[in-house]
């Protein structure tokens, strides 16, 4: 391997990192207000719901909620449905991963 190339990966590693680390640094020590830490709480499921959704409800370009149209919808309602019943995230991917598995298998 190149040496320009490792250092290049150590500089691109180290620029990921360093936004996420100095925020941790900087916000030790600090007390946030209530509401901020409620805010920061959700943020993860929305920033996921949202990166999920366009591919969940948009089927051939365009936006569809009719189940029979849009088939991705069905293993997205049996994830809802396990994840709503469990309240166990791991329950919850592999009722995703088997359902969307089955529907790509069966068409």
């Given at each position: 391997?190149?040496?320009?190339?490792?250092?290049?990966?150590?500089?691109?590693?180290?620029?990921?990192?360093?936004?996420?680390?100095?925020?941790?640094?900087?916000?030790?020590?600090?007390?946030?207000?209530?509401?901020?830490?409620?805010?920061?709480?959700?943020?993860?499921?929305?920033?996921?719901?949202?990166?999920?959704?366009?591919?969940?409800?948009?089927?051939?370009?365009?936006?569809?909620?009719?189940?029979?149209?849009?088939?991705?919808?069905?293993?997205?309602?049996?994830?809802?449905?396990?994840?709503?019943?469990?309240?166990?995230?791991?329950?919850s991917i592999?009722?995703?991963?088997?359902?969307?598995?089955?529907?790509?298998?069966?068409?």
């Amino acid at each position: 391997m190149k040496t320009s190339l490792l250092l290049f990966i150590v500089a691109a590693g180290t620029l990921t990192y360093l936004p996420r680390l100095l925020p941790l640094l900087v916000l030790k020590n600090a007390r946030m207000p209530v509401w901020f830490g409620k805010l920061m709480f959700y943020l993860p499921i929305s920033i996921f719901a949202s990166l999920i959704a366009t591919d969940i409800f948009f089927w051939n370009g365009n936006f569809e909620l009719n189940i029979i149209e849009n088939i991705k919808l069905i293993p997205s309602v049996l994830t809802m449905i396990v994840a709503y019943k469990n309240k166990n995230m791991i329950f919850s991917i592999l009722m995703g991963m088997v359902s969307i598995s089955l529907l790509v298998w069966l068409l």
